[in-house]
């Protein structure tokens, strides 16, 4: 009789079992859904993509050739650097990893192009439009082609970026990005000042 009552005993407590256990797998469903909530949004151009760069490793992968165009044509290495961060999310951008576009350029007449998603600040908001972006075939030509546009400008104004060459520091030529209309973003060059003051990009200009 004593053997009986065990046996109920324990058969009453397997659905409390299961319950528990179930109450544990929704909570931990919920727990993942809260942390993938939390990621930060997709990058202005495109979906990121896992990076096979650290932080000091994207900077080391960028700073020869930037010093390159330094010593060739005056572009301080810390804005070079430092756009490059802001624009590609340290080359984890569909338009940096997947088209080699590092600096968010626009593509215009026969230049290869890529159409993707970005966000522009137009009447004191933030949209989605689409937009046609240059495709490279490497970091360095996106660089060599972000650089000809500070020495050749637009068609339309080939001194566009003129401050940008004469600055004598990183926080000129940041605010000379802004004033020439790199950017639709208000705050472009207090975000390109702020990365480069983050890690230090200032000592290699």
Known sequence: MKKKKKRMKRNRQIPFMISGLLLISFSFVLSLRALSDQRSPDNAYGQQVASSYSEEEFISRLLPHAQELQAGYGVLPSIIIGQAILESNWGTSQLASHYFNLFGIKAYGDARKVTLDTQEFFNEQWVVIQGDFRVYDSWEESMDDHTKLFINGVDWDPNKYAGVLTATNYQEAAHALQLAGYATDPNY????????????LYQYD
């Open 189 to 200: 060059a207090e975000k390109v000042i702020h990365v480069i003051e983050t890690y230090q």
